[in-house]
Nanobody
Framework: QVQLMESGGGLAQAGGTLRLSCAASGSISEINAVNWYRQAPGKERDLIATIRADGTTYYEDFAKGRFTISADNSKNTYYLQMNNLKPEDTAVYYC?????????????????????WGQGTQVTVSS
């Protein structure tokens, strides 16, 4: 299975930038897409952006224009570049993988999807 570990969080001033990294290990070939989420205190965990195995990306509306998701397949690492940070960006940021694997039961091939989460990295933006 896939294991994920985030890094790069910390304290930033409003208007500043941070780049989060998500290092993937284990069964890398089982990854279909990697997502970045964030969870502010007392709030639900929200999707920020997605990068699929074919390189296509998706952004939630609030992330468009300020956040960029990317991947370095040679390093098995995914990134979230965050620009023009705002205090409301303060949250724990999580890396998540949509993954799965094939298995055979007799002559039948079955697909087993699963989720993988990193431990999260804190981002705090001061005004």
């Amino acid at each position: 299975q896939v294991q994920l570990m985030e890094s790069g969080g910390g304290l930033a001033q409003a208007g500043g930038t941070l780049r989060l990294s998500c290092a993937a290990s284990g069964s890398i070939s089982e990854i279909n897409a990697v997502n970045w989420y964030r969870q502010a205190p007392g709030k639900e965990r929200d999707l920020i952006a997605t990068i699929r195995a074919d390189g296509t990306t998706y952004y939630e509306d609030f992330a468009k224009g300020r956040f960029t998701i990317s991947a370095d397949n040679s390093k098995n690492t995914y990134y979230l570049q965050m620009n023009n940070l705002k205090p409301e960006d303060t949250a724990v940021y999580y890396c998540h993988a949509d993954a799965g694997y094939d298995d055979w039961q007799g002559s039948e091939r079955l697909y087993y999807p699963y989720d993988a989460w990193g431990q999260g990295t804190q981002v705090t933006v001061s005004s």
